[in-house]
């Protein structure tokens, strides 16, 4: 399978992606923990069917020590007792900033409100600014088809 488009070859992708890191970089560099990051950019990957960016995430998660027990049931998070309220609460977030177009009224009170008892305004703007980041890499990746699978960590610094 070859991608529609060569994100990494065409000028104006590279542009783009440039200052995309650029934002990705501000949240990594949060105090929003590595972990939930992580967590979060899987889930909304999943949902999104972004088989690039579920790829990537999970191989690098593995590598920051993320376990495989939790990394298998990241899909399956409300049944699993193995995530934290603050990471399920995030997870929650991720949901439904992902799934706006599936849900009448968006972001619930409640998932707001139960974030915001795990997360300070810092760490809540990160959250969010993930979420939309994430979002917008996997729409690029599903768009044009990108690949999985061969992803190595590190490979993009």
Same mark, same amino acid.
């Given at each position: ?23 990705? @970089?501000?949240?990594?560099?949060? +105090? ?8 979060? @950019?899987?889930? /909304? ?28 049931? $990241?899909?399956?998070?409300?049944? /699993? ?12 977030? +991720?949901? %439904? &900033?992902?799934?706006?177009?599936? +849900? +009448? ?13 795990? =997360?300070?305004?810092? #760490? ?9 980041? $994430?979002?917008? =890499? ?6 044009? %088809? #990108?690949?999985?699978?061969? =992803? %190595?960590? &590190?490979?993009?610094?």
């Amino acid at each position: 399978m070859d991608a529609r488009l060569n994100l990494f070859g065409t000028p104006l992708f590279g542009t783009f992606l440039k200052h995309l890191n650029s934002a990705g @970089k501000v949240i990594t560099d949060s +105090a929003l923990p590595p972990a939930t990051q992580e967590l979060v @950019k899987i889930r /909304a990957s999943q949902i999104n069917g972004c088989g690039f960016c579920t790829d990537m995430h999970t191989k690098e998660a593995a590598k920051a020590g993320e376990t495989a027990t939790r990394l298998n049931l $990241i899909a399956v998070w409300r049944e /699993a007792t193995v995530f934290t309220d603050a990471e399920r609460a995030a997870l929650e977030l +991720a949901e %439904q &900033g992902t799934r706006i177009a599936d +849900a +009448a009224g968006g972001v619930t009170d409640e998932a707001w409100a139960n974030a915001a008892k795990y =997360y300070d305004e810092e #760490q809540l703007a990160a959250l969010v600014s993930l979420i939309a980041v $994430i979002n917008t =890499y996997n729409r690029l990746n599903v768009i044009i %088809q #990108q690949p999985a699978g061969d =992803y %190595q960590p &590190g490979q993009f610094g």
